[in-house]
């Protein structure tokens, strides 16, 4: 598991990486990350730790910037106290559009658990897309003010909402995570606004089938909540808006 505390201390070396890399012309200057899903819920505090670390790029040349970082074995890129922070490349997938083109990184440290990327290019994989809204909202963390080349953004919470909520039914850990941000406190409205956003990104087929996960995991949180004796009169607004906006016009 990757604690909070294990991801700031290896962005911190992957920065140390790139900046060799970029004053020997290798990568940009600037390599922007979107943070999302339980690393980002880690970093937050808002839960102890993740299995993996989920990230978003705007494009494939931004990818290929941080492929150079991740997987470069060169013996002159020893940062920190002499150390070569290299990944090996696990899974590689892109769409012919190179919308959804994803990665996925592992590096093997036998001192600690393994730290795996999964890396997305605009889109999860051909799901929710990122948009300029949510660009907007994220945050740089304090933790990472300092890193000269990584700019590593924290998408809001509402955004990891939408991102978690329409994942399979299946998967009991966003289902666990969605309950922590009900708790910590969501604004229903922005996740409805950038619905309206996505239908302009996405296929019409694609944001059917997405809206429907997202109605059937918000009947799901709301059941939880019943039968823990509790209610929440946000989620059942949010509930009856899918209906009026969404669900019922499918």
């Given at each position: 598991?990757?604690?909070?505390?294990?991801?700031?201390?290896?962005?911190?070396?992957?920065?140390?990486?790139?900046?060799?890399?970029?004053?020997?012309?290798?990568?940009?200057?600037?390599?922007?990350?979107?943070?999302?899903?339980?690393?980002?819920?880690?970093?937050?505090?808002?839960?102890?730790?993740?299995?993996?670390?989920?990230?978003?790029?705007?494009?494939?040349?931004?990818?290929?910037?941080?492929?150079?970082?991740?997987?470069n074995?060169?013996?002159?890129?020893?940062?920190?106290?002499?150390?070569?922070?290299?990944?090996?490349?696990?899974?590689?997938?892109?769409?012919?559009?190179?919308?959804?083109?994803?990665?996925?990184?592992?590096?093997?440290?036998?001192?600690?658990?393994?730290?795996?990327?999964?890396?997305?290019?605009k889109?999860?994989?051909?799901?929710?897309?990122?948009?300029?809204?949510?660009?907007?909202?994220?945050?740089?963390?304090?933790?990472?003010?300092?890193?000269?080349?990584?700019?590593?953004?924290?998408?809001?919470?509402?955004?990891?909402?939408?991102?978690?909520?329409?994942?399979?039914?299946?998967?009991?850990?966003?289902?666990?995570?969605?309950?922590r941000?009900?708790?910590h406190?969501i604004?229903?409205?922005?996740?409805?606004?950038?619905?309206?956003?996505?239908k302009?990104?996405?296929?019409?087929?694609?944001?059917?089938?997405?809206?429907?996960?997202?109605?059937?995991?918000?009947?799901?949180?709301?059941?939880?909540?019943?039968?823990?004796?509790?209610?929440?009169?946000?989620?059942?607004?949010?509930?009856?808006?899918?209906?009026?906006?969404?669900?019922?016009?499918?």
């Amino acid at each position: 598991m990757i604690t909070r505390e294990r991801l700031i201390e290896e962005f911190t070396l992957l920065d140390e990486k790139a900046e060799l890399l970029a004053a020997q012309g290798v990568i940009p200057k600037r390599i922007t990350l979107y943070l999302i899903g339980g690393g980002n819920l880690a970093l937050r505090g808002i839960k102890e730790a993740t299995v993996d670390i989920d990230i978003i790029v705007e494009n494939v040349h931004i990818l290929k910037a941080l492929d150079e970082v991740l997987t470069n074995p060169s013996p002159k890129l020893r940062v920190g106290p002499g150390v070569m922070v290299i990944y090996i490349k696990e899974v590689e997938h892109e769409y012919k559009v190179k919308l959804g083109a994803f990665s996925v990184y592992k590096k093997l440290d036998p001192r600690m658990s393994d730290f795996t990327l999964d890396v997305f290019v605009k889109r999860v994989l051909r799901g929710i897309a990122l948009s300029e809204g949510m660009k907007t909202r994220s945050i740089i963390p304090n933790e990472f003010m300092d890193l000269k080349v990584l700019r590593i953004q924290m998408v809001s919470l509402e955004d990891i909402f939408l991102f978690k909520g329409v994942t399979s039914l299946s998967r009991t850990k966003d289902i666990d995570d969605l309950l922590r941000l009900l708790e910590h406190g969501i604004n229903f409205s922005i996740i409805l606004d950038e619905l309206n956003i996505q239908k302009v990104l996405i296929e019409p087929d694609k944001f059917e089938w997405l809206v429907g996960l997202l109605y059937e995991k918000s009947l799901m949180l709301r059941n939880i909540l019943a039968e823990r004796g509790l209610r929440s009169r946000d989620l059942d607004n949010f509930i009856k808006n899918l209906e009026i906006f969404f669900v019922g016009k499918r």
